[in-house]
């Protein structure tokens, strides 16, 4: 069986030994969950003339057991043996990545294809484009493609930039997210400014209270010293 996107295209031969009366067609059946129910696929007129068919419209990752049996005048003939595969694809898009910009770079964070296409995804691939999209440039560098996000870095300030993510798995490459836009920057100076003012009267404030501490017991123990000296 060769496997397809929802599909499983079937291959057989002929049997070896026709009964003494030509083979008139075959019959195909296929199930989902272990042969406890059976679907037919086929009746013997559909692939009378042939040794193939493909099954359609089912569920990508999930494994189906396929027999074939041939058919005469007489009846039809015993079930193959099983034969198990499943219908894979390569996985949808993932969903538009949000970025989080930083001084000459963009942090890049996704979620994943809500379709992996049936079988699991073992990477990503990031691209971007600081000419709106006419061309592309791939992200070299490294990727977390457990936690799904990576830092774009090397660009410049004040540049936009848009980003795209894809999905693999064994069957191939994904489509491209749609595109997200950000653009790096510095912290702005007026943001710094307004941090440390209001961080340095916390500090003050923190720093006075330890040192006000530290006098309070110091003088009392000053104080019990001299009034046991006097005795």
């Keep these: ?45 559909d692939v009378q003339n042939s040794l193939q068919t493909t099954i359609a419209s ?33 996985p949808n898009a993932p969903l538009t990545p949000t970025l989080k910009p ?20 073992s990477d990503y691939d990031l691209q971007y484009s600081s000419d709106d999209g006419a061309t592309w440039k791939k992200w070299d560098g490294s990727i977390d493609s457990q936690n799904r996000e990576a830092t774009i870095t090397g660009l410049q300030n ?7 993510v894809r999905a693999k798995n064994s069957e191939g490459n994904g489509p491209w997210s749609t595109q997200a836009e950000g653009q790096p920057r510095l912290l702005p100076k007026f943001f710094m400014l307004s941090l440390s003012i209001l961080i340095w009267p916390i500090i003050l404030t923190i720093i006075a209270r330890y040192v006000d501490i530290y006098f309070k017991i110091n003088i009392r123990k000053i104080i019990k010293d001299r009034f046991s000296s006097l005795r």
């Design 1 to 45: 069986m060769i496997p397809g996107n929802r599909e499983l295209h079937v291959n057989w031969n002929a049997p070896d030994n026709d009964g003494g009366d030509q083979i008139t067609g075959y019959d195909v059946q296929y199930t989902a969950d272990d042969n406890s129910t059976w679907r037919e696929w086929h009746t013997s007129a």
């Design 158 to 164: 004040d540049v936009t930039y848009h980003i795209q």
């Design 58 to 90: 089912l569920d990508n990752g999930t494994t189906y057991a396929v027999q074939v049996r041939a058919r005469n005048d007489q009846g039809p003939g015993p079930w193959s043996a099983s034969v198990r595969s499943k219908p894979v694809d390569i």
């Design 102 to 121: 930083g001084n000459r770079k963009l942090h890049v964070k996704w979620d994943a294809p809500n379709d992996n296409g049936g079988t699991p995804i």
